[in-house]
């Protein structure tokens, strides 16, 4: 992963650089900002190369951003764009019957080499993620995809799914897992793809891309509700839509089943909470992870670690 900030560079000329060698070399785009307003502006980003694709997360001080005709020419793309919207909001433009607002938590997809022209709603700034697919990556190849001018997602149900995707595809690149983000972004993509009817959802690839991107969110379900001791898979299949025969078999495809999926994500939950709480009760910590009992906790930690509770919490503590 590469980070860059604006504090590598002297204040009186951070948006020149960012202008010129990071936004017109790196993103094919040209900024503008009031020269009065340059000598405030902070922008930081990180890039990662992710299963085919590029992922960048980037803040920025408000300014203009335009991909015009002569940017397409200088640095032509060929790849769709996902973006998902972190900060207050965004407004995308270029052509007059698109212009469209995309709020917090939002997305929306686009052709890199079609002209458009965005900036913030509010005085944060951005704050977004970009997720570049190159066109010859996806596995579904149709020229309509080149067609595919600046528009926010409108189907609701795709939400939470993409954003369980971006989540997990930004964890894989923290942790410099690229070989496994190979069906994130591909899920990403043709999910774009469902959402402006280019992918039907039930074809082979449309139903691939639904079924990674609901294996996704179901673990970020389990996460979210690991302290309860009852969770079981109708709970989670009714927060994800779908039966409770499907969500084994989304599990059948991965490498834990449900119950190892749980039950492993309750022991990473009490690991940390050991290193970052060592004085709380571990009778506590196995409670606030969803066992049922502090027998079954002991028992299932050292079927998986060799050890007790007790003696992981010694030797984390001695390697501080």
């Known amino acids: 992963?590469?980070?860059?900030?604006?504090?590598?560079?002297?204040?009186?000329?951070?948006?020149?650089?960012?202008?010129?060698?990071?936004?017109?070399?790196?993103?094919?785009?040209?900024?503008?900002?009031?020269?009065?307003?340059?000598?405030?502006?902070?922008?930081?980003?990180?890039?990662?190369?992710?299963?085919?694709?590029?992922?960048?997360?980037?803040?920025?001080?408000?300014y203009a951003v335009e991909r015009s005709h002569a940017d397409i020419d200088?640095?032509?793309?060929?790849?769709?764009?996902?973006?998902?919207?972190?900060?207050?909001?965004?407004?995308?433009?270029?052509?007059?019957?698109?212009?469209?607002?995309?709020?917090?938590?939002?997305?929306?997809?686009?052709?890199?080499?079609?002209?458009?022209?965005?900036?913030?709603?509010?005085?944060?700034?951005?704050?977004?993620r970009i997720l570049k697919i190159p066109v010859r990556g996806l596995a579904t190849q149709d020229k309509r995809m080149r067609e595919l001018a600046p528009k926010p997602f409108s189907d609701p149900a795709l939400h939470a799914l993409l954003d369980a995707c971006?989540?997990?595809?930004?964890?894989?690149?923290?942790?410099?897992?690229?070989?496994?983000?190979?069906?994130?972004?591909?899920?990403?993509?043709?999910?774009a793809l469902i959402e402006r009817g280019i992918v039907r959802p039930g074809s082979r690839r449309g139903q691939a891309a639904l079924r990674t991107a609901r294996l996704s969110l179901a673990r970020r379900l389990i996460a979210r509700h690991l302290q309860d001791p009852d969770l079981a898979p109708t709970r989670v299949a009714d927060l994800l839509g779908v039966s409770v025969r499907h969500l084994h078999m989304l599990f059948e495809a991965a490498e834990r089943s449900f119950s190892q999926t749980v039950t492993e994500e309750r022991l990473k939950r009490s690991r940390l909470l050991m290193r970052e709480a060592?004085?709380?009760?571990?009778?506590?910590?196995?409670?606030?992870?969803?066992?049922?009992?502090?027998?079954?906790?002991?028992?299932?930690?050292n079927a998986a670690y060799g050890m007790a509770p007790g003696d992981f919490r010694t030797k984390a503590a001695g390697l501080r």
């Open 166 to 191: 971006f989540a997990d595809l930004g964890e894989a690149a923290a942790n410099e897992a690229s070989s496994d983000s190979a069906p994130l972004v591909q899920a990403l993509g043709h999910l």
């Open 74 to 128: 200088r640095a032509p793309g060929d790849s769709i764009c996902v973006y998902q919207q972190l900060g207050g909001g965004g407004w995308f433009g270029g052509m007059r019957s698109s212009d469209f607002a995309i709020a917090n938590g939002s997305f929306a997809t686009s052709h890199t080499d079609l002209p458009y022209r965005t900036r913030p709603l509010g005085a944060s700034g951005f704050h977004l």
């Open 278 to 301: 060592p004085e709380r009760l571990i009778a506590d910590i196995a409670a606030a992870c969803g066992f049922e009992s502090l027998a079954t906790y002991y028992r299932v930690f």
């Open 1 to 62: 992963m590469y980070r860059w900030c604006t504090d590598e560079v002297e204040p009186l000329e951070r948006f020149d650089y960012w202008r010129e060698v990071r936004a017109k070399g790196l993103f094919g785009v040209t900024a503008e900002l009031d020269r009065e307003r340059r000598g405030d502006f902070h922008g930081e980003f990180s890039l990662s190369q992710v299963g085919g694709g590029g992922l960048v997360e980037l803040k920025a001080s408000s």
